[in-house]
C-alpha cells in the first residue's frame, strides 16, 4: 500500500495526524518521527491486539462512515483500518477453510446395503467365498478361474468409478438432498445392480463375452466387495476436487483397457450392443475356445 492511500484512509477516518501509520508504528518500537518522542505512541502489540478485536467483532458504523472503534473501509477495497487513538492499523481477519466430512450415518448405509446384499446372493446360490478355499485380498489372472472370486480384482476399478458416477448424477438430480441421502441412493443402485449381475439371465449374457467365457457369477465375499468400492468411489467423489475424480476414473479406464483389453465403458458396451471389433480385439488376451 501507498502512503498517499493510507493517507486517504485516514482522512476518511477523520484522522489528522501528519504522521505516516506504517511510520507511527516504527516510531513505536522505539524511532523518532520528527522530533516526536517514542513514548506518545501506543505500542504495536496494543495496536494490532485492538485491531484483531476489532476485527472479530466489527462495531456498528457511525453516519461518517467509521465505526465506535474508528474502523473504515480501506481506499481500494482492501481490508479496514481500525483507528485507536492518533494510529490507524489494518483489522486482522483470518480466513476460514471449510472442511468437508462424510457423515458417520453413511457407514450405518453402507452396513444396512452389505447384509442385505450378503443375504440375498446366499439365497440365489452363490458361494460364499472361492470354491477353491482360500481367501485371497487380489488376484490379477482375469482368465483365471478365481476372477471374480477373491476380494479384489481389475474389474473393482469399475465399481470404483461406479461411486463416482453415482455421485455426480445425485449431485445434479438431488442437489438440495443431504449426502445421506445420496449415498443411500447409490448403495441401493450397487446392490441392485450386484444382484442383477449375479442371475441367471445375466450370467449367460455375460458368458457370451470373450473374456467372461467360464464366468458363474461373483462369491459374495467378491461382489460384497463392489459394493465397497463403490462406496470408495463416491467417498473419493466427495472429498477430491473434480478434476482429480475426473483424472482418476480415466486413469482406472486406460489401465485397465490396457492390462486386460477390458474397462467399465467396454463392458457396458458389449453388454448392451456388442461390437465385433471389440470382441475381436479381446478374444486376443483370451484363449481360443
Known amino acids: 500500500m501507498t502512503r498517499e492511500r493510507v493517507g486517504d484512509a485516514r482522512a476518511s477516518a477523520g484522522v489528522t495526524s501528519p504522521n505516516p501509520p506504517w511510520w507511527r508504528f516504527l516510531s513505536a ?6 522530533g516526536e518522542s517514542a513514548s506518545s505512541d501506543p505500542p504495536t502489540r496494543e495496536i494490532f491486539s485492538a485491531a484483531a478485536a476489532a476485527g ?3 462495531p456498528a458504523p457511525t453516519d461518517d462512515g467509521t ?9 481500494d477495497g482492501g481490508p479496514p483500518f ?5 494510529a490507524v492499523a489494518p483489522s486482522l481477519e483470518v480466513p476460514v477453510t471449510e472442511t468437508i466430512r462424510l457423515p458417520r450415518s453413511m457407514f450405518v448405509v453402507l452396513a444396512v446395503a452389505l447384509v442385505t446384499q450378503g443375504v440375498a446372493l446366499h439365497l440365489m446360490g452363490q458361494p460364499t467365498i472361492c470354491t477353491c478355499g482360500v481367501v485371497r485380498i487380489w488376484v490379477g489372472d482375469v ?3 478365481e476372477n471374480s472370486q477373491q476380494l479384489s480384482d481389475w474389474y473393482s476399478f469399475s465399481h470404483v468409478i461406479h461411486g463416482m458416477i453415482f455421485y455426480g448424477l445425485a449431485r445434479l438430480t438431488l442437489p438440495r438432498a443431504p449426502i445421506v441421502a445420496w449415498f443411500a441412493l447409490a448403495a441401493g443402485l450397487e446392490v441392485a445392480w450386484e444382484l442383477v449381475e449375479n442371475s441367471p439371465t445375466m450370467i449367460e449374457r455375460y458368458r457370451m463375452q470373450a473374456l467372461a467365457q467360464g464366468y458363474s457369477g461373483d462369491a459374495v465375499i467378491n461382489s460384497l466387495s463392489d459394493t465397497v468400492m463403490m462406496a470408495i468411489g463416491f467417498a473419493m467423489a466427495r472429498l477430491l476436487p473434480v478434476r482429480a475424480t475426473v483424472a482418476a476414473a480415466l486413469t482406472f479406464e486406460i489401465l485397465t483397457a490396457v492390462t486386460i483389453r477390458d474397462d ?14 471389440i470382441a475381436a480385439w479381446q478374444s486376443g488376451l483370451a484363449p481360443p475356445r
Not at 29 to 34: I, Q, S, T
Not at 67 to 75: E, V
Not at 264 to 277: E, F, G, K, R, S
Open 264 to 277: 467399465l465403458t467396454l463392458n457396458v458396451i458389449q453388454l448392451v450392443h456388442p461390437v465385433p471389433a
Open 67 to 75: 465505526s465506535s472503534a474508528g474502523a473504515c473501509a480501506h481506499s
Open 143 to 145: 482368465l483365471g478361474p
Open 82 to 86: 481500525v483507528s485507536i487513538g492518533d
Open 56 to 58: 472479530a467483532n466489527p
Open 29 to 34: 518500537r522505539g524511532g523518532k518521527n520528527k
